[in-house]
């Protein structure tokens, strides 16, 4: 009998946090849905390019703004509170030290 072998690697923390999408010349809103150490679900009114990279910054409740430079690996129409809205999923393609250091201790307390 062949062993399951789990889909995800890292474990998904399911937090709603701000956050702040650079696009050409504009920002768009939206929060996290859950994060990892290597990527995230958003939700936002305005759909991103798959495939394209985005500066973003996600803003954990009680700590400064951590900065992270993201993929869209996927994208779909997701509806909440009857307003049609965007779920996207990203990978981190480029973190600081000091940035990958601040995710690690925002997500450790949540391990726990």
């Known amino acids: 009998m062949a062993n ?3 889909r995800r690697e ?6 709603r946090w701000p956050i ?12 996290t849905r859950d994060i990892t150490a290597v990527g995230m679900f958003i939700n936002c009114k305005k759909p991103l390019e798959l495939n394209e990279t985005y500066r973003i910054s996600v803003i954990p409740p009680n700590q400064q703004s951590i900065e992270l430079t993201c993929k869209v690996l ?5 509806s909440t509170d009857g307003e049609n ?8 393609v480029r973190v600081s030290d000091e940035d990958s250091h601040l995710l690690s201790d925002v997500l450790s307390v949540h391990y726990e």
């Open 74 to 78: 996927w994208s779909n129409l997701y």
């Open 4 to 6: 399951t072998i789990e």
């Open 10 to 15: 890292h474990t998904r923390i399911k937090v």
């Open 20 to 31: 702040t999408v650079v696009a050409d010349d504009s920002t768009i809103e939206g929060e």
């Open 85 to 92: 809205t965007y779920g996207m999923g990203f990978c981190f």
